[in-house]
């Protein structure tokens, strides 16, 4: 029997529309209710706005993969997204999005994501020094910890720059106002509170908060893009470097410099937020589970010993990445795809109308009673066969042409940090200490993550 990690008791049953507002002001995950993860299909009506739920397997590939012209990204989506991430490739939809996807996937192909791994492992040994300053046994704040070092990788391997402390501290807290505040600015749209309120209750501050992130960015890469635009070719082998150069076959053209700037935005909030959210609770499932993580450090030590970890030996440990992988099934970072029905259509008994909002829920799906046996339980074993998982009902990347483009970099620079973690120390949650998991952007722990940190050795 494996270890059952903690996540938010549903509702019995389904709340009322006040209730709604009030519960998922905090987090979406507090409105779901029992019935939840055992439906096919749901409906929540909103005074603004008909959102429907697609937990079935078929109906999940038709919204991501089949029909996926009929479902683009949601419009509201890209609203709120958009004093962040501009017109990037997560929000946009049709030729745009497919022009963006092309031009970009040079950036992300396996030989790009092998130049950059060196610029990945300093930001993991800059990590591994801080830890080693802490006493012995030390309750250290893990999401904290992730979250800076997702951030510095991001900024070394797109733009070979080394993230401060203060301009981290900056960039993370803005972060952070802009995740909660966007939760806020979502309910009171669905509610149809009226936008000068939102304006006056945080939204405001949201924007501002954008601002702020891009303001960072901006001054990084402008430099850069004015230098190749005079016909000097720098020396960088990053991912700036390929968006920079990269053309568009059809026009002849380069990124803009604005266009470069919102798909940086993009990659800063995919790479680093959903990275340091998986980490999180991956580091939270190890400090309970001490079985698991005595095979983790058996195998580094037998794939590796005592060397600087290599890329060869990232592609060597099976188990840690099957670990990962299980986490990202109880955890998605991303909980919810959401997306718009472009015309009418029926699923499940349910008529869908033109407009209204679909979402399909990693976090409702990967914990489904009918597609997972013992849905909530932590057992890493699932992935030792593809055979053993149902078809379509494990997706922390997305599906279909829309699938995360960094997937194998988050994996890699995921083993990466895992491995040279468990490594060195025993981690052991912190006692009584309970994660509050809140879902926003992303999936996160509202009250961090406590967890004692006691080195294996010397």
């Known amino acids: 029997m494996g270890q059952c990690p903690f996540f938010p008791k549903p509702h019995k049953n389904k709340a009322s529309l006040l209730t709604t507002f009030f519960l998922k002001r905090r987090s979406w995950l507090d409105g779901l209710y029992e019935k939840s993860y055992k439906m096919k299909s749901g409906q929540v009506k909103m005074p603004g706005f008909d959102l429907y739920v697609i937990n079935h397997p078929k109906d999940v590939r038709r919204v991501m993969v089949d029909e996926v012209r009929k479902f683009p990204k949601s419009h509201w989506l890209h609203q709120l997204l958009?004093?962040?991430?501009g017109e990037s490739i997560f929000t946009t939809n049709g030729e745009v999005w497919q022009r963006q996807r092309e031009l970009l996937r040079p950036s992300f192909e396996q030989?790009?994501?092998?130049?950059?791994?060196?610029?990945?492992?300093?930001?993991v040994e800059d990590m591994m020094k801080k830890l080693a300053l802490y006493p012995n046994g030390a309750v250290?704040?893990?999401?904290?910890?992730?979250?800076?070092?997702?951030?510095?990788?991001?900024?070394?391997?797109?733009?070979?720059?080394?993230?401060?402390?203060?301009?981290?501290?900056?960039v993370l807290d803005a972060f952070v106002i802009f995740q909660e505040q966007t939760v806020h600015t979502a309910i009171r749209k669905m509610f149809c509170i009226?936008?000068?309120?939102?304006?006056?209750?945080?939204?405001?501050?949201?924007?501002?908060?954008?601002?702020?992130?891009?303001?960072?960015?901006?001054?990084?890469?402008?430099?850069?893009y004015d230098a190749i635009s005079a016909g000097k070719n720098g020396e960088y082998e990053d991912i700036l470097a390929s968006l920079l150069e990269v053309v568009d076959t059809q026009s002849?053209?380069?990124?803009?410099?604005e266009e470069i700037l919102d798909q940086v935005a993009m990659l800063f909030l995919a790479g680093h937020e959903t990275s340091a959210s998986a980490l999180?609770?991956?580091?939270?499932?190890?400090?309970?589970?001490?079985?698991?993580?005595?095979?983790?450090?058996?195998?580094?030590?037998?794939?590796?010993?005592?060397?600087?970890?290599?890329?060869?030996h990232i592609r060597k440990l099976k188990y840690i990445s099957n670990i990962f992988k299980e986490s990202l099934r109880l955890y998605p970072p991303v909980g919810f795809f959401a997306r718009t029905a472009k015309e009418e259509v029926k699923i499940q008994n349910k008529l869908i109308k033109e407009g209204s909002g679909v979402v399909v829920a990693p976090w409702l799906i990967q914990r489904h009673e009918s597609y997972w046996k013992n849905p909530h339980e932590f057992n890493p074993s699932r992935f030792e066969s593809k055979e053993t998982i149902?078809?379509?009902?494990?997706?922390?990347?997305?599906?279909?042409?829309?699938?995360?483009?960094g997937q194998g970099f988050a994996m890699q620079e995921a083993i990466l940090i895992l491995a040279n973690i468990l490594r060195k120390y025993k981690l052991k949650l912190q006692e009584d200490f309970i994660p509050d998991v809140v879902g926003r952007l992303t999936i996160r722990s509202a009250n961090g993550m406590q967890i004692q940190f006691t080195k294996r050795r010397g």
């Open 252 to 257: 002849g053209k380069r990124f803009s410099f």
């Open 194 to 224: 009226p936008q000068w309120i939102s304006y006056l209750l945080g939204e405001r501050k949201r924007m501002k908060a954008g601002d702020t992130i891009r303001k960072v960015l901006a001054e990084i890469i402008k430099p850069r």
């Open 140 to 170: 250290i704040e893990v999401d904290e910890v992730m979250t800076f070092v997702t951030a510095d990788v991001i900024f070394r391997t797109i733009m070979s720059q080394k993230l401060d402390e203060e301009q981290g501290k900056e």
């Open 390 to 405: 149902l078809k379509d009902t494990y997706l922390p990347f997305g599906m279909g042409e829309r699938i995360c483009i």
């Open 82 to 85: 958009k004093p962040l991430l």
């Open 111 to 123: 030989a790009r994501i092998t130049k950059v791994f060196d610029l990945m492992s300093e930001a």
């Open 280 to 312: 999180t609770w991956t580091l939270y499932i190890l400090s309970i589970s001490p079985q698991e993580q005595e095979k983790v450090y058996q195998e580094v030590f037998e794939v590796a010993g005592e060397e600087d970890l290599t890329l060869q």
